[in-house]
């Protein structure tokens, strides 16, 4: 999800993919053929812009990426003092953030394709006194960020839980109430502004036309049909199986930007840094709380695109965008729990999601036979603000990822810095 931390993060990894591989046009003007040429230069191409990421500063890189045509490139690198902790590996599991926003996304149409629920649905209906001036605001609002609503992470109430020094366990309707204590920024559907208060509305609504938890869902109609062994809602801090360590800068080493209310994580000490992995993510709820890996993540990627989880009216809806800068009408776009872009290399479906500890950015074609993840483990320096070396280092992999998604050329090593 996007916690707003010291600020909104605006520069999401999904738009650094955007505008870095706009900055390579010889990417643009790539043959098949020579995209092609050589799987084993493009695992190293990859394999030397994640290890210049680590060296400019992030603890930990996982790369994986499938375009389709054969055996998906797979890469881990991590700082040597990361090793004491985990040997970081491919496969191990990690924090989804925001990118649940797709999954819950997905439940809700498949509940709308089973006619239990419709996108124009007022939240009144479902949620009766909960959201004021419900009345105006469709379930198709609350999917694509135009109903207006506040976001709860911006309410200090939740910061303790952030940081992970409150380790209550928050309800879909208790996130809620955090949102809707604050004034809607605008008329519902006027606009566009990320907000996670209309996730965690929709996790409440879920709830209560199935009686079923948001765990339940996730397992019974996404995870076991399609075999995602290590994908779940998280119902507490506790870990499945093998998982990617994150970290965050400790207080001493945080960018002197950052507020002192933001500086100070609960967790083991390690190297200049906070070993926040066991921090629960129950403040995510249903807009931040899932767990998943690469592989995983992207069965799943492939399963929804090419149709398989929903009917083609639900499909033609998923991918209804709407404008996420007004001043673009033709610039990226938000479905419905989905982004989508244009970049030199290809047009993108997926999301980006950042927590404490675990940034990661999912990646797909529009029929979801060519797939990729990148996840970086730390959070906190993703506004791209605080060091310009991690900056360039990071849009370098991306734009590289994004190419070799398309089987187009990966950018020049020297772009890394």
Known sequence: MRPRWPRTVTASALALSLSVAAAHPAAAAATPSAASSDAAAQRAQLQLLARKLVEAGAPGVIVRVDDGRGRPVEIAEQAPWTRRDHVLK??????????????????????????????????????PGKVPGGRAITLRMLLNHTSGLFDYTDDAAIRPSMLGKDRRRWTSAQLLAVGVKHDPLFAPGTKWSYSNTGYVALGAVLERVTGAGLAELVRDRIARPLGLRHTYYAAGSAWRGSHAHGYERDAAHMPPGVPAEFRDLAGERRHGHVDVSDNDPGW????????????????????????????????????????IDSRQP????????????????????????????????????????????????????????????????????????????????????????
């Open 90 to 127: 491919v496969g191990d599991e990690f924090r989804m953030g925001s990118n649940t926003k797709t999954m819950v996304a997905t439940l809700v149409l498949q509940l709308v394709a089973e006619g239990k629920l419709s996108l124009t649905d007022p939240v009144e209906k479902w949620l």
């Open 284 to 323: 995510g709820g249903a807009a931040g709380a899932v767990v998943s890996t690469t592989q995983d993540w992207s069965r799943f990627h492939t399963a929804l695109l090419s149709g398989k989880l929903l009917p083609a009216a639900q499909m033609a809806q998923l991918r209804t965008t709407v404008p």
């Open 330 to 417: 033709d610039g990226p776009g938000y479905g419905l729990g989905i982004q989508t872009g244009a970049t030199p290399c290809g047009t993108f479906w997926g999301h980006d999601g950042g927590m404490p500890g675990y940034l990661t950015t999912n990646l797909a074609d529009r029929t979801g036979s060519r797939t990729a993840t990148v996840l970086v483990s730390t959070e906190f320096w993703a506004e791209f603000e605080a060091d310009p070396k991690i900056a360039k280092a990071a849009q370098a992999l991306q734009a590289a990822v994004t190419c070799t998604m398309f089987g187009k050329p990966v950018p020049a090593p020297a772009q890394a810095g």
